[in-house]
């Protein structure tokens, strides 16, 4: 029988994640995710250690308010992380199973998903390539259980027949 246990969100998601305040303003935000060389932001308020999760920006969020300002001019009024981010994202608890935010990723084409705890703090974010390495890995350990299942041991070949007593 199988013995490995299901990977979750708890096992797998990047819990160093790099935040913006809700009223950081759209260049800065753009610089921000520039310079630290991630393609999406969560906003997030802070109480003492914790990180309430108020919403989350992607690239294309960053574009369409980009272009849309230089195209259209100056907008009023001025765009920061509260008036462009995703206000109710998609989120997965810490115990979400490997398998279940796999279907959440095929399914509706994400490419990060933040997870939070029940009263919304985010705990960390995980991504296509985080679920990748972890079914990658998973998948090796399978396997190598399940050779052993398909293929069990033959006694006769690894027994001593010296210590054989017949009666």
Not at 34 to 60: A, M, R, T, Y
Not at 72 to 98: F, R
Not at 142 to 161: A, C, G, L, T, Y
């Amino acid at each position: 029988m199988h013995t490995e246990t299901t990977p979750t969100a708890r096992e797998i998601m990047n819990t160093h994640v790099h935040c913006v305040q809700p009223e950081m303003l759209l260049g800065d935000i753009v610089s921000f995710m520039l310079k630290h060389k991630i393609s999406n932001v969560p906003v997030v308020k802070h109480d003492v250690n914790v990180k309430h999760l108020l919403g989350f920006i992607s690239e294309g969020d960053c574009l369409e308010f980009l272009a849309n300002e230089m195209f259209y001019g100056n907008p009023s009024p001025t765009q920061t992380a509260t008036t462009i981010m995703k206000k109710h994202p998609t989120c997965v608890g810490p115990d979400t199973d490997v398998f279940t935010l796999t279907s959440i990723f095929m399914s509706h084409q994400f490419r990060h998903l933040p997870v939070i705890d029940q009263d919304k703090n985010l705990l960390g974010i995980i991504s296509r390539r985080d679920i990748l390495r972890a079914l990658d890995d998973f998948y090796r350990k399978w396997n190598r259980s399940s050779d052993r299942e398909r293929f069990p041991v033959d006694v006769h070949k690894i027994m001593n027949h010296r210590f054989i007593v017949t009666g």
